[in-house]
């Protein structure tokens, strides 16, 4: 089993659970977050006062996945999270020992 992250931009939410619903992906978390990368955030003004804005809005996604799901899951997020632009985003995966689901005791990849 593998977890995957990814941090998105919060308006490409949408285009990416239906792209994950698509390869057969159900059940996923989904964390407002706030950062900033290589775009280092922007100026913005206020009445009239120029302020800078390091962090920006961003969704943070978790799904952990059965071994042979990876790949189409990565491939579904990058396609419907890209739009070219600096601040896409980044996707993280990392291996997952052991998962239970909590309601029935099952263990796996039965408790995905």
Request: net charge neutral; no cysteine; aromatic share 6%.
């Amino acid at each position: 089993m593998k977890k995957i992250e990814a941090i998105i931009k919060p308006f490409k939410l949408d285009e990416v659970k239906e792209a994950l619903q698509g390869v057969g992906l159900q059940g996923m978390t989904v964390v407002e977050a706030k950062g900033f990368g290589r775009q280092k955030g922007h100026t913005e003004l206020y009445r009239g006062a120029e302020y800078v804005v390091d962090f920006l809005p961003k969704l943070k996604l978790e799904l952990v996945v059965a071994d042979e799901q990876v790949e189409a899951a990565l491939e579904a997020i990058q396609t419907a999270a890209k739009t070219g632009k600096i601040g896409d985003g980044k996707i993280f995966v990392s291996t997952i020992e052991q998962a239970i689901r909590i309601r029935t005791g099952e263990t796996g990849d039965t408790a995905l």
